[in-house]
């Protein structure tokens, strides 16, 4: 079955670059989309195909996908994007999650 | 703006069977474009897809939960439901409804979820 990879947390110093992995084999041939959930709230999509930004998500947040891995980016990040990031894809007619990254807002 | 609501029990009995309710608002589960599915998180865990439903009755289960999982679809209330059988505290989690766009495959609208513990 197809497996996403995720780092379980990432630390980012306020206003600065964060980024998150999710790695899969060629996920680059796929539709990636990622998911920020708060505590005690359901998850949001913030980010849709790859790199793509739904109504309402700053530009802030962007996207990229390639051979292996694709990426979150969250510039200038905020005490707000403190949170769990999860991707997801459809691969085989099956809809995989990543495990989730914990984002720290330093 | 379309909104879904998750209902049930929120305690369930081993060797039961869980069910919940999804109830969509501010929009036709009839206006086809889209699944209607249910997605679960342990305490703690990460999101675990269940399954989906199209307004048809057509159906899509993750194989490791589809022998115990039956999705249905009531347009006439504009409501869609999950029963997994057989529950055990492993199947003790959060219950989200969702809806997940047919063509690029994102969920776009969730439901603020519902705590299933199972416990005798």
């Known amino acids: 079955s197809y497996e996403l990879t995720q780092p379980l947390s990432v630390s980012v110093a306020l206003g600065q670059t964060a980024r998150i992995t999710c790695g899969g084999n060629?996920?680059?041939?796929?539709?990636v989309h990622w998911y920020q959930q708060k505590p005690g709230q359901a998850p949001v999509l913030v980010i849709y195909r790859d790199s793509n930004r739904p109504s309402g998500i700053p530009e802030r947040f962007s996207g990229s996908n390639s051979g292996n891995t694709a990426t979150l980016t969250i510039s200038r990040a905020q005490a707000g994007d403190e949170a769990d990031y999860y991707c997801?894809?459809?691969?085989?007619?099956?809809?995989?999650f990543g495990g989730g990254t914990k984002l720290t807002v330093l | 703006q379309v909104q879904l609501q998750e209902s049930g029990p929120g305690l369930v009995k081993p060797s039961q069977t869980l069910s919940l309710t999804c109830t969509v608002s501010?929009?036709?589960?009839?206006?086809?474009?889209?699944?209607w599915s249910w997605i679960r998180q342990h305490p703690g865990k990460g999101l675990e897809w269940i399954g989906y439903?199209?307004?048809?009755?057509?159906?899509y289960y993750n194989p490791s939960l589809k022998s115990r999982v039956t999705i249905s679809v009531d347009t006439s209330k504009n409501q869609f439901s999950l029963k997994l059988s057989s529950v055990t505290a492993a199947d003790t989690a959060v219950y989200y409804c969702a809806r997940e766009t047919i063509q690029l495959r994102y969920f776009d609208y969730w439901g603020q979820g519902t705590l299933v513990t199972v416990s005798s």
């Open positions: 501010g929009g036709s589960i009839s206006s086809g474009g889209y699944y």
């Open positions: 997801q894809v459809w691969d085989s007619s099956t809809l995989v």
């Open positions: 060629n996920i680059g041939s796929k539709n």
């Open positions: 439903i199209y307004y048809s009755g057509s159906t």
